[in-house]
Nanobody, 124 residues
Framework: QVQLVESGGGSVQAGGSLRLSCAVS????????MGWFRQVPGKEREGVAA???????YYVDSVKGRFTISQDNAKNTVYLQMNSLKPEDTAMYYC??????????????????WGQGTQVTVSS
């Protein structure tokens, strides 16, 4: 069984930081594509960041320079470090896994496995 469990969400003031964690079981994170998505009520889910073979990364333009995706292979865990947070970053954040290749990973759609989500709220 594949399981992804997010943690680390919370409420912060604009300009603050949070680090989200995604603990993965059922496969090795270094052998697959891992991504972070976010969604607010009434809007489409948005791909935020992805990491795949060799530590290659992808970020949506709105978070470049502020967010960093990384993985700890020993802990089989994926992280999203979020700095300089803005109110528009407020969303439910989801960790997801995609076992297909890097080109599919960068599309940031139709990932195979999903976590339960963790809420991030940024106040002005």
């Amino acid at each position: 069984q594949v399981q992804l469990v997010e943690s680390g969400g919370g409420s912060v003031q604009a300009g603050g930081s949070l680090r989200l964690s995604c603990a993965v079981s059922g496969y090795i994170v270094s052998s697959t594509c891992m991504g972070w998505f976010r969604q607010v009520p009434g809007k489409e889910r948005e791909g935020v960041a992805a990491i795949y073979g060799g530590g290659l990364t992808y970020y949506v333009d709105s978070v470049k320079g502020r967010f960093t995706i990384s993985q700890d292979n020993a802990k089989n865990t994926v992280y999203l470090q979020m700095n300089s947070l803005k109110p528009e970053d407020t969303a439910m954040y989801y960790c997801a896994a995609e076992p297909r290749g890097g080109s599919w990973c960068r599309r940031m759609s139709n990932y195979a496995y999903w976590g339960q989500g963790t809420q991030v709220t940024v106040s002005s």
